[in-house]
C-alpha cells in the first residue's frame, strides 16, 4: 500500500487549463480502471471528483475530467475557476481489497 | 441526501483504546459497503479498513492490522472502528466514507473525528 506519486503544487489563472498527474505501478493504476480523484478544501471532508479514471458523479462540473495512460493517471480541470482552488489527491485500487492514495497536490488559482 | 456523521474521537493516552462510531442516513446503509479513511495533521489521505455490505469481507491497511476492528449494525445504520493499542502515530483525522458508486474508498464522506494519541 505505498503512496501514489502526484506534483505537490499546480497553479494557473482564471479560465486555463492545467493538469495534475497521479503516478503508480503496474500493481496499481496499471492494473485497474478504479482510479478516483477527490478535492478538498481547507477543514473540510474530501469530494469525489472522478471515480473509475473517467466518470464524473451527479453533480460535479463537466470543467473536471479525468484519463489515464499505463501507470499513471490524469486529472483535468478546464477554465479554471476561484473555486477550484483545493488540495487534491488520486486514489487507486491496488488489489486485495486495498486502495492506494496518491500524496495530494495543492491547486492555486493565480 | 446522504449523511454521515462520526463521533468517538478525542484524546487517549499510547497504547489506549478508543471506539469510533458513525450514523449513516440518506440512504440504504444495509446495500452498501463502507470505509474508514483518516488523515494525520497537515498529511494526505490514507485508507484504513473497509467493510462489505453483509459484514461478509473485511480488509485492514497493514499499519492497521491487528489493532483496528471494523464492524457495523445494519439495523441501527452504524459503523464502528475499535481501536486498540494506540500508537501516537495513528493521530488524526478519522473519516467515516460510504462506496454506493463502487470500487472507490468513499463517495460520500462524513466531517471527520480527531482522534489524539499522546501521554
Known amino acids: 500500500q505505498s503512496a501514489l506519486t502526484q506534483p505537490a503544487s499546480v497553479s494557473g489563472s482564471p479560465g486555463q487549463s492545467i493538469t495534475i498527474s497521479c503516478t503508480g505501478t503496474?500493481?496499481?493504476?496499471?492494473?485497474?480502471?478504479?482510479v478516483s480523484w477527490y478535492q478538498q478544501h481547507p477543514g473540510k471532508a474530501p469530494k469525489l471528483m472522478i471515480y473509475?479514471?473517467?466518470k464524473r458523479p451527479s453533480g460535479v462540473s463537466n470543467r473536471f475530467s479525468g484519463s489515464k495512460s499505463g501507470n499513471t493517471a490524469s486529472l483535468t480541470i478546464s477554465g479554471l475557476q476561484a473555486e477550484d482552488e483545493a488540495d487534491y489527491y488520486c486514489?487507486?485500487?491496488?488489489?486485495?481489497?486495498?486502495?492506494?492514495f496518491g500524496t495530494g497536490t495543492k491547486v492555486t488559482v493565480l | 441526501e446522504v449523511q454521515l456523521v462520526e463521533s468517538g474521537g478525542g484524546l487517549v493516552k499510547p497504547g489506549g483504546s478508543l471506539r469510533l462510531s458513525c450514523a449513516a442516513s440518506?440512504?440504504?446503509?444495509?446495500?452498501?459497503?463502507m470505509n474508514w479513511v483518516r488523515q494525520a495533521p497537515g498529511k494526505g489521505l490514507e485508507w484504513v479498513s473497509s467493510i462489505s455490505s453483509s459484514s461478509s469481507y473485511i480488509y485492514y491497511a497493514d499499519s492497521v492490522k491487528g489493532r483496528f476492528t471494523i464492524s457495523r449494525d445494519n439495523a441501527k445504520n452504524s459503523l464502528y472502528l475499535q481501536m486498540n493499542s494506540l500508537r501516537a502515530e495513528d493521530t488524526a483525522v478519522y473519516y467515516c466514507a460510504s462506496d454506493i458508486v463502487g470500487a472507490t474508498p468513499g463517495d460520500y464522506w462524513g466531517q471527520g473525528t480527531l482522534v489524539t494519541v499522546s501521554s
Open positions: 473509475e479514471v473517467s
Open positions: 440518506g440512504f440504504t446503509f444495509s446495500s452498501y459497503s
Open positions: 486514489c487507486s485500487y491496488a488489489g486485495s481489497s486495498t486502495f492506494a
Open positions: 503496474s500493481s496499481d493504476v496499471g492494473s485497474y480502471n478504479l
